[in-house]
């Protein structure tokens, strides 16, 4: 297994961890997931600049990269909605849009093609981690008894709904946005392979 794979496939060791984690109500639990999330999505990007720089696309990353990807995101996704920071249509649509992109590629390799990558995908995938980092550091923040001077910041900055809050309903509302649009994009470039021609 060559290096970007195998960090491909650590990040769904770390996807794991962040589960556990994250289930356990206390502060160094969310730090811990918190950690362990930022870890794996930064790792998202390292493998695949890893493999292009050089030369190391295989087949089991192309499958193991979007499928480790799919579940970090989905995780987190789910975690927020439990924790009603994310509406349950929300975390359906994004967890439906991912479904059909599987399936649409599955159909095309199928036919003996190759469904292009949405330009849009890596901005849906900026956006939507950058609404779940913040969601997790303000929960994160909220399990301590005494926020920290240096950290009011952070607490401020992340403030989910109501008066003064931006980052976290901007960077979902953009996410949405951009994967309805990357979702229509996907049905339209397959639309003659769902025709069967």
Not at 131 to 139: A, N
Not at 146 to 152: A, E, K, N
Request: with cysteine; hydrophobic share 55%.
């Amino acid at each position: 297994m060559n290096l970007p794979n195998a960090i491909t496939v650590s990040r769904l060791f770390l996807t794991a961890g962040f589960i556990i984690f994250v289930s356990w109500e206390s502060t160094w639990g969310h730090i811990t997931a918190l950690v362990l999330f930022v870890v794996a999505a930064a790792s998202d990007f390292l493998d695949g600049w890893l493999a292009r720089k050089m030369n190391l696309v295989t087949p089991l990353g192309k499958l193991l990269d979007p499928l480790a990807d799919k579940i970090l995101v989905c995780s987190a996704f789910v975690f927020l909605t439990a924790q009603e920071l994310c509406p349950v249509w929300i975390t359906a649509l994004i967890i439906g849009r991912e479904f059909l992109v599987t399936g649409l590629r599955q159909i095309a390799i199928e036919a003996g093609q190759v469904l292009a990558a949405d330009s849009l995908g890596k901005w849906k995938t900026t956006f939507q981690l950058t609404y779940l980092i913040s969601g997790m550091i303000w929960l994160t923040l909220e399990t301590m008894e005494r926020i920290p001077q240096s950290l009011t910041a952070f607490h401020t900055l992340t403030i989910p709904w109501g008066e003064g809050a931006w980052l976290m309903p901007i960077s979902l509302g953009i996410a949405v946005a951009l994967t309805v649009i990357s979702g229509w994009n996907y049905i339209w470039s397959s639309r003659y392979l769902l025709r069967g021609s």
